[in-house]
């Protein structure tokens, strides 16, 4: 199938309203991507017509409901590659996810003086967690360094992965820069060493082409809300003979097998790390999504998401005076873009851009480390999806050049 | 005029540019510190006090125009003024602001209404009150 951008569009109602009279330019998808109809509408009709609590009812509903929510698994795990569907867990959120490996998985297996290697680069979800485990078990962080153009330092990645680390936890691409890191060469430096994988894929997945097998993931995180689907739907990939050692780490419902006054056993997977009733009409919802994006194909969005970055980057370049954050390497790269102007605080500019109906992300992004590493309080950040088109870019231009007028007494020259 | 014009007038640009009373001070009798979590500003408030009356105030921070500009608006308008008043201006300025008030700043607080626009843009109310949430820690309410 082609790519039809103007179908694709048609299949998104938020994109043809309008923002302070003026159309809807989003560009804001790597916080959260916009919904095609087809999402919205399984939500709806699983309210209208399928709604019952799933694994308990014994009438039609309840089955019908179950039936979907556990199809929606399968389709989770044919998406990214898993072996079967049980190693998918649903959460809440990536962050969700995340915690949910630090506090079983990591709790009972990081100890006193191992270590855990993250990135510089890392959004505070796949950051803060570590940092609680570390205080709590006396353990320790270790970054691996950022280049200039905010790719990795590689350089000495022996050193920094040692036989002390036993978890090595990073993005698959930044949600700042867009980086996408070289995971093959970290991932065979983890393996010398024995130690786990975990890949944070909320901004990967959604625009990559991705097999948690052949890429040899220990740990998969992500969500739903940034790939089409509703929010509340966060994933867990993870081998399964890690997931078969994983205790719970939520007690309640459906994750128990028998429960006596004073004890229980639990659950197989995945049921032993789903506590409780789960988002039903998200999970049902997010398998709409991801049979949209099959639809379109993965490798398509990745295209077209190239060719805006490619037309945004020149754009923003002939502009002249913005500070761009990230490398040129494209084949290094995502569709979201970081900038700034020299002397005028992000924040001022999504402000007048968004009096333009323009919707750009504005501030630290949740990685305040990476601004530390830049000196900077922020950035401007305008991220692409498969809807978005080169109009957006040279609307997003008009805007800049708005900023421009506006505060082109205070810019440095 | 547009928002966006109405809102970046000159005298807010102008405090941005050249903040007023910015700086650490080495001995001070009030110091607080605020910050807006979600999206990084910071403000630092020094006051040196002489009986009831600010005797210098200073501040230092970072952000956006709006929160730096409002900081430097503070330190300038209660220089030399006494803690009631800076009491005074505060439940003023944020009436103006949180709870949609008229603002009826006398002539020598003019410089504050400049910022009323931020009302239309609650985003941005959080980067307005920074400082005056501050300078509330600070005295006490």
């Not at chain 1, 929510?69 to 867990?89: H, L, P, W």
């Not at chain 1, 007048?352 to 480390?369: K, N, S, T, Y």
Request: proline share 3%.
């Amino acid at each position: 199938m082609s790519f039809d951008l103007e179908k694709i569009r048609r299949d998104f109602p938020i994109l043809s309203t309008q923002m302070n009279g003026k159309p809807l330019v989003f560009l804001d998808s790597a916080a959260s991507s916009q919904k095609p109809k087809s999402v919205i509408d399984t939500i709806r009709k699983y309210y209208e017509a399928e709604n019952a609590n799933i694994h308990r009812g014994v009438y039609y509903l309840s089955q019908k409901a179950t039936e979907k929510y556990e199809m929606a698994r399968i389709k989770t795990s044919r998406f990214i590659g898993a072996a079967c569907a049980k190693v998918v867990i649903f959460t809440r959120n990536t962050t969700e996810s995340i915690n949910l490996v630090a506090q079983s998985w990591g709790r009972t297996n990081i100890h006193e003086g191992d270590e855990i290697v993250l990135t510089e680069l890392e959004h505070h979800s796949n950051l803060v967690p570590w940092q609680m485990l570390a205080q709590e078990k006396q353990a320790v962080l270790k970054f691996i360094p950022l280049n200039q153009d905010s790719t990795l330092d590689l350089t000495n990645l022996d050193e920094i992965i040692t036989e002390r680390v036993k978890l090595v936890a990073l993005a698959q691409m930044s949600n700042v820069t867009g980086t996408i890191h070289d995971l093959s060469a970290i991932i065979r430096r983890a393996r010398e060493v024995g130690a786990k994988v975990l890949i944070d894929g909320a901004q990967g997945i959604c625009h990559l082409p991705t097999n948690v097998q052949k890429e040899d993931f220990d740990f998969y995180a992500f969500s739903a809300h940034k790939m089409l689907g509703p929010t509340g739907v966060g994933i867990l990939y993870a081998k399964e003979e890690i997931l078969d050692t994983m205790p719970p780490w939520m007690g309640g419902g459906d994750m128990i097998s028998k429960v006596w006054k004073d004890k229980s056993t639990y659950a197989d997977l995945p049921a032993r790390l789903e506590a409780g009733t789960p988002n039903i009409s998200g999970v049902i919802g997010f398998g709409a999504a991801l049979e949209y994006l099959e639809s379109v194909g993965m490798q398509e969005i990745r295209n077209h998401e190239l060719e805006l970055l490619q037309y945004a980057l020149d754009r923003l370049e002939d502009f002249g005076g913005l500070e761009l954050y990230g490398t040129n390497d494209l084949s290094k790269r995502g569709g979201v873009i970081s900038f700034n102007f020299p002397g005028v605080h992000p924040h001022d500019v999504g402000s007048i851009l968004d009096e333009e109906g323009i919707a750009i992300r504005v501030g630290h992004h949740c990685a305040q480390p990476f601004m530390d590493f830049k000196g900077i309080a922020g950035t401007c950040r305008a991220s692409f999806y498969l809807y978005n088109t080169k109009e957006d870019v040279d609307s997003l231009l008009v805007g800049l050049k708005k900023v421009k007028e506006i505060f082109g007494r205070v810019l440095k020259r | 005029m547009s928002l966006s014009d109405s809102l970046y007038q000159e005298v807010l640009l102008d405090h941005y540019q050249n903040p007023r009373h910015h700086g650490k001070m080495e001995q001070f009798h009030l110091h607080q510190e605020g910050v807006n979590p979600l999206c990084g500003d910071e403000v630092e408030l020094y006051l040196k006090l002489n009986g009831d009356i600010i005797s210098e105030i200073s501040f230092v921070g970072k952000g956006c125009s709006i929160s730096q500009a409002s900081a430097s608006m503070l330190t300038d308008s209660l220089y030399g003024k006494t803690i009631s008043e800076a009491k005074s201006l505060l439940h003023q300025f944020k009436g103006m602001l949180l709870e949609d008030k008229v603002p009826n700043f006398s002539e020598e607080y003019e410089d504050l209404e400049s910022l009323e626009a931020v009302k239309k843009i609650p985003a941005r109310i959080k980067c307005a009150t920074l400082a005056w949430n501050t300078l509330e820690k600070a005295i006490g309410k």
